[in-house]
């Protein structure tokens, strides 16, 4: 069975902070998926990384896709309040269902 | 384009009752997933339909069904409904069969079993 472990559950920083958050696995992922999801809404898709070592940014945001294509990390710079909510990763490997991490609960007090 | 709908949003259900969830894809996506979230387990995967025809099943009881219609339209159902079935239930739809590609998920129906 595929498990995705993120780190760290809760998170809860001054605006203007950085932070990176941790997404773990003993499998290989063909694919590694980010999603945010606030409170009474549907998850919405960040970003796909696909190739071991990749690095994508998205304004403020860097995806990480480890080597091994095992992990992955998101680092956000300077966060703001609209950065609230909850941050999942999910791995993809052949045609079968993505894994979902438990995810990651950010707060950004402004 | 209108986004992936689900109905109800909200849902108040009493042990042992059945309920039935609907999820309406953005037009012209043929497969719908399913999938359960709670605080304890995350997002767990229910099913996956495409093309009315179920691709993949979650290690989930048979008290969970559904059914794709021929307008991509789907339907959940829990029978016999416990109290550790409350959850959000979330609908994602996309384009084709790969399920590897991007995944547009609906609002979520919030199921509360008492």
Known sequence: TQLLEQSPQFLSIQEGENLTVYCNSSSVFSSLQWYRQEPGEGPVLLVTVVTGGEVKKLKRLTFQFGDARKDSSLHITAAQPGDTGLYLCAGGSGNTPLVFGKGTRLSVIA | ?114
């Open chain 2, 1 to 114: 384009k209108a986004g992936v709908t689900q109905t109800p949003r909200y849902l108040i259900k009493t042990r042992g009752q059945q309920v039935t969830l609907s999820c309406s894809p953005i037009s012209g996506h043929r497969s719908v997933s399913w999938y359960q979230q709670t605080p304890g387990q995350g997002l767990q995967f229910l099913f996956e339909y495409f093309s009315e025809t179920q691709r993949n099943k979650g290690n989930f009881p048979g008290r969970f069904s559904g059914r794709q219609f021929s307008n991509s339209r789907s339907e959940m159902n829990v029978s016999t409904l416990e109290l550790g079935d409350s959850a959000l239930y979330l609908c994602a739809s996309r384009p084709q069969g790969d399920l590897r590609g991007e995944q547009y998920f609906g609002p979520g129906t919030r199921l509360t079993v008492t």
